[in-house]
């Protein structure tokens, strides 16, 4: 029995500990999904003397997905990678220099869909150069690391 004047004992309040540990837990969860938004595979080298690529940049952020969208949106010679989707200028003059930029948070590819085309790799943030194919034609792409991106290079 407790002593008479002192106050009686409380039960720990579990409930409110159990809903901050889920709480705690799943904040902890969706951190850890957005940091390892990568394809899980170690992230190529930049640059390449095969298809005169080089990389530079700094880190962009991630957007809501979009589909692809060629158009006039891309400045000239650019592609943009933004939203998991491609924006490509309308044309680019054969073997011209096309600048690439990632602007999402992982990694992406611009690879021909015909085989032994153009392939460049850019990772999350950083921008890339290829030179656009030497004849006149509609050049269809896509990202190998996520296939559902497409794309149409036009060179004119």
């Not at 799943?26 to 095969?50: D, R, Y």
């Not at 690439?100 to 590819?109: L, P, Y």
């Not at 085309?117 to 990772?123: P, Q, R, Y």
């Amino acid at each position: 029995m407790a002593a008479s004047g002192s106050s009686p004992r409380t039960a720990p309040r579990t409930p409110v500990r159990r809903w901050t540990a889920v709480v705690l837990a799943l904040l902890v969860a969706g951190f850890v999904a957005a940091c390892s938004g990568g394809s899980g595979e170690p992230a190529a080298t930049a640059g390449s003397a095969a298809t005169g690529q080089t990389a530079t940049g700094s880190m962009g952020s991630m957007s809501a997905r979009q589909p692809s969208t060629p158009g006039p949106g891309a400045e000239q010679g650019t592609v943009v990678i933004s939203g998991f989707a491609f924006s490509v200028p309308d044309s680019v003059p054969a073997g011209s220099t096309v600048t690439i930029r990632n602007e999402d948070s992982v990694e992406h590819t611009v690879t021909a869909d015909e085989q032994g085309g153009f392939d460049v790799t850019v990772d999350a943030g950083q921008t890339a150069t290829m030179k656009a194919p030497a004849s006149a034609g509609d050049y269809p792409f896509h990202c190998s690391i996520h296939p559902s991106m497409t794309g149409t290079l036009v060179v004119r």
